[in-house]
């Protein structure tokens, strides 16, 4: 029903394009294909000047909201080419090549349950990730697709994973994961991956790129610290849930490590237990949004994912169930909240860890039985 009533708001509010004279349809994309204008002419100084970037888009389309791009050189050839197309064309072409993606990588891990897969791209965080048109559908697609082919195919798996760094805060417990498993295949593949991937972007754009992207862009803090911005109601970081309702840094900070904490203990503890390699992923997935300090709605896809398969699972306690359910549907339940002044999306999503992690610990099975959904 939010959702609902933000595309009618944007509907009715929309005059050739533009919404609320402040907007453009697709949002967020619209700095992917603004930024890959300043791609093609190697204009890396304005693409991470906030304010430059602005006053590009400005003269453009005319006064909009607050936008950035924030994202690193590896993303550029992305955004070079959806540059290319006509902006409504572009938006399409996104937000449909990354839903068919995500949808395709969904498909073996949706519950046996009687509902239909294609529900994986309208769950409460797909359908934030459309309004926004943003990376969420194409970040959980490479997730799933790495720890679907972990155990069978780790050399895929490293790719996939290695693709990551378009976003990397995303793939922040993989590493460790991996680590303790003794994936070295995996690793290998992952660390080749992503050298390739930065020196494709050397290759293409140069390296000004880099220097300028850490020089300009490496200071995130505005973006933990929202202050009244419409964004931070789409939080799930414990730090600017604090800062919301008006604790200061120390307490966030505070807050932040406490949920870092209990992330890293869960996942930790599950993986030393052998949890099998569904469950660990999903609980990965969901553990690494209590970890960062910076993580939206719109990036949930897979934890909405992870929340369903907890709710349709036949044998578990009706705490568990409740606990998944309100991580289910904390991307859209959690901006309510916190439009009213209670922030506790973070805390909705430990719920649903908690709820994951007692499953991945009590119904380990031998691993050749574990394997058969890789079939």
């Not at 509902?115 to 943003?134: D, F, K």
């Not at 900070?253 to 992923?281: C, H, S």
């Not at 499953?359 to 380990?364: D, E, F, L, R, V």
């Amino acid at each position: 029903m939010l959702v609902l009533f933000l595309y009618v708001f944007d509907f009715q509010a929309s005059k050739n394009g533009v919404i609320d004279h402040h907007e453009i349809w697709g949002r967020d994309f619209i700095n992917m294909w603004t930024g890959g204008k300043l791609i093609a002419a190697r204009d890396f100084g304005k693409l991470y000047d906030p304010t430059a970037f602005m006053a590009y888009q400005e003269s453009l389309y005319g006064p909009l909201d607050r936008h950035i791009f924030s994202y690193p050189p590896v993303t550029f050839v992305l955004a070079d080419l959806l540059a290319r197309l006509p902006y409504p064309v572009a938006l399409l072409a996104w937000l449909g090549g990354t839903g068919a993606l995500f949808f395709h990588a969904a498909r073996p891990w949706w519950p046996k349950d009687g509902s239909w897969p294609i529900l994986a791209i309208v769950t409460p965080s797909a359908l934030l990730n459309i309004w926004e048109g943003q990376y969420g559908f194409l970040v959980g697609a490479l997730f799933l697709y790495g720890w679907r082919w972990l155990d069978t195919r780790p050399w895929a798996a490293g790719i996939a994973i290695g693709l990551l760094i378009i976003k990397p805060q995303f793939a922040v417990l993989i590493p460790l994961v991996l680590l303790l498993r003794r994936e070295w295949r995996t690793i290998l593949s992952a660390a080749v991956t992503i050298v390739a991937m930065i020196l494709l972007s050397i290759t293409l754009y140069g390296l000004s790129a880099w220097t300028t992207f850490f020089a300009l862009g490496a200071g995130r803090q505005a973006l933990i610290d929202a202050g009244g911005a419409f964004f931070g109601k789409l939080s799930s970081s414990a730090a600017t849930a604090v800062l919301a309702i008006g604790g200061g840094w120390p307490l966030a900070i505070a807050a932040q490590i406490v949920l870092a904490v209990i992330g890293l203990v869960m996942v930790f503890d599950a993986t030393g237990r052998k949890a099998p390699t569904r469950e660990l992923a999903l609980l990965v997935a969901t553990c690494t949004f209590l970890v960062l300090p910076y993580g939206l709605s719109y990036d949930l896809t897979v934890v909405t994912l992870a929340a369903w398969t907890v709710m349709t699972l036949p044998n578990i306690t009706s705490t568990d169930r409740t606990l998944a359910m309100l991580g289910f549907v904390a991307p859209q339940l959690g901006i309510v909240f916190a439009l009213l002044g209670i922030p506790v999306m973070p805390l909705m999503l430990v719920g649903l860890a908690i709820a994951q992690y007692r499953i991945a610990i009590g119904q380990h099975q031998p691993a050749q039985k574990q394997r058969r959904w890789l079939q």
